[in-house]
């Protein structure tokens, strides 16, 4: 792995017009009605699902998850009114226009580009959600091209014209050199694979 050099960006949406101002109104309806609480994702065990069943588990209520082929056809069904949440990436110019909101945020760092929004860690749920976006090379790849590619990518992040591009999609930048990056892999490598073991997903 050369580097990363940027994230997205996930979490929970609902409709502009919805009743649920934040994600504890979404969690007070699903407490107050068992299995009426429909959402969204981009499908079965995806990061999101995992992620929307691992907050239900902790916050001891029944949802129903909906897998969706995309994130189009989830927030087409969201402002369809099928469903009442979408869980994955979301389209800023719907948040922006006010036709969607989003409740929460599925990243471990504060966003520059929602702070407003609470993360994860926020809201008392302590757990990872990699997302990465980076360079990777052969792994016979020597360390001293890894050095030269890693520099060589950090410096063009720093250029105006990617660092505007990425404000414009509404995108965080996020630097991890290589032997960051490698350490941050493994990290995640070994916490998913306890969990998935946990949840039955793999032997």
Do not use: W
């Not at 017009?17 to 299995?35: V, Y």
């Not at 599925?106 to 997302?131: N, R």
């Not at 404000?167 to 694979?193: C, G, T, W």
């Amino acid at each position: 792995m050369v580097m990363q050099y940027r994230g997205f960006n996930f979490g929970v949406i609902v409709k502009g017009d919805s009743p649920f101002k934040t994600f504890k109104d979404l969690i007070d309806f699903a407490r107050q009605n068992p299995k009426k609480l429909t959402y969204g994702t981009t499908g079965a065990n995806s990061m999101p699902n995992i992620t929307m069943e691992r907050i239900a588990k902790q916050e001891k209520v029944q949802i129903i998850h909906i897998p969706f082929k995309g994130t189009p056809e989830s927030q087409t069904a969201l402002l369809g009114g099928h469903i009442l949440a979408a869980a994955g990436d979301f389209g800023y110019s719907l948040i922006e226009s006010g036709e969607t909101r989003v409740l929460l945020l599925f990243k471990e760092e504060q966003s520059a580009e929602y702070p407003q929004i609470p993360i994860l860690k926020d809201l008392g749920y302590h757990f990872p959600y990699p997302m990465i976006i980076g360079i990777i090379t052969a792994k016979a790849v020597p360390d001293g091209i890894i050095k030269k590619l890693d520099e060589a990518f950090s410096k063009a992040m720093k250029e105006p014209a990617f660092i505007n591009g990425m404000k414009e999609l509404r995108l965080p930048i996020m630097y991890r050199n290589s032997k960051d990056l490698d350490a941050y892999v493994v990290q995640n490598y070994e916490f998913f694979s306890k969990l998935f073991k946990e949840m039955g997903l793999i032997n």
